[in-house]
């Protein structure tokens, strides 16, 4: 049988660096963004994450995006 996929969320997940540790080491911060449209593609999602971290400071060192699916037997 087919199986269809029908989408359910999505979550645009952006890590800055936003300074360093005691020890030097870079230290890490994560924001994520929920309620993102199904249709949006990966160009739109990065390029909505590149706009609005481009007014903070902070230097974006990864975007990603996680999508969760409901998956449905076609009959």
């Given at each position: 049988?087919?199986?269809?996929a029908?989408?359910?969320?999505?979550t645009?997940?952006?890590?800055?660096?936003?300074?360093?540790?005691?020890?030097?080491?870079?230290?890490?911060?994560?924001?994520?963004?929920?309620?993102?449209?199904?249709?949006?593609?990966?160009?739109?999602?990065?390029?909505?994450?590149?706009?609005?971290?481009?007014?903070?400071?902070?230097?974006?060192?990864?975007?990603?995006?996680?999508?969760?699916?409901?998956?449905?037997?076609?009959?």
């Open positions: 049988m087919p199986v269809l029908l989408p359910l969320t999505s645009l997940t952006v890590k800055c660096e936003t300074g360093t540790t005691p020890s030097g080491s870079p230290l890490i911060r994560k924001k994520s963004i929920t309620g993102l449209k199904s249709t949006a593609t990966d160009g739109d999602l990065h390029e909505i994450a590149t706009a609005l971290f481009s007014l903070v400071a902070d230097q974006v060192v990864d975007i990603t995006v996680s999508r969760n699916s409901q998956l449905l037997e076609e009959e």
